[in-house]
């Protein structure tokens, strides 16, 4: 029975990932077909609507918000309406929360040397860690300083972490990948570089 059980363990955690992909690319695509489908059908002529133009629309309209945030009085603009929506209750937790995680992964991937661990004082454990800020300037006096750097520790199986304020001389440069080592953390290791576990 223990046997069976391990079995189907193995093809539940092999099944499970790519199920939940899956059904996120299809609500996504679903969700983009029918809102902005609605609107394709509204503006072209009757019978020239074709199955799929509301999910082109959609990937067309993100595409062409990164090309136009590239013009600088559309960054600003962008820019007020963000600080107006980080003003609202609730919408500026989840906002916020959404924005800064995917601006910290995109910049700490181009950066290529953000992963670090941090030795524990007196021992010989180690957390696995990923440097966030290196310099302090608009910031609170006292905060940081020349030799001070922040370093984010995700917990293990759950979203939350630590922000430790540590030395430099405390970290050592791992050399992986910023997605790889959040992977890695917050499986507790069960993942390894590429998604793919280790026995």
Do not use: C
């Not at 019978?47 to 918000?65: D, N």
């Not at 972490?161 to 499986?187: C, H, I, K, N, Q």
């Amino acid at each position: 029975m223990k046997r069976i059980g391990g079995i189907f363990l193995k093809g539940l955690l092999a099944v499970l990932p790519a199920v939940v992909t899956l059904y996120l690319l299809y609500w996504l695509g679903t969700t983009a077909e029918d809102v902005l489908g609605g609107l394709a059908r509204a503006v072209l002529p009757e019978g020239a609507y074709v199955t799929g133009l509301g999910l082109l629309m959609g990937i067309g309209a993100i595409f062409g918000v990164g090309v136009l945030l590239n013009v600088y009085l559309l960054q600003r603009l962008w820019s007020g309406g963000e600080k107006l929506l980080l003003r609202i209750p609730v919408i500026k937790t989840v906002y916020g929360a959404v924005r800064d995680l995917l601006t910290f992964v995109s910049k700490a991937e181009e950066s290529g040397d953000q992963v670090v661990t941090i030795q524990i004082p007196g021992t010989d454990y180690r957390l696995l860690g990923v440097v966030t800020r290196r310099h302090w300037s608009g910031l609170p006096a006292g905060l940081g300083g020349a030799d001070t750097i922040a370093v984010y520790t995700p917990m293990s199986y759950q979203v939350g972490g630590y922000t430790l304020l540590v030395p430099r001389s405390a970290v050592t440069p791992v050399e992986m990948g910023v997605e790889d080592a959040m992977r890695f953390a917050v499986t507790a290791g069960m993942s390894a570089g590429g998604g793919h576990s280790e026995a």
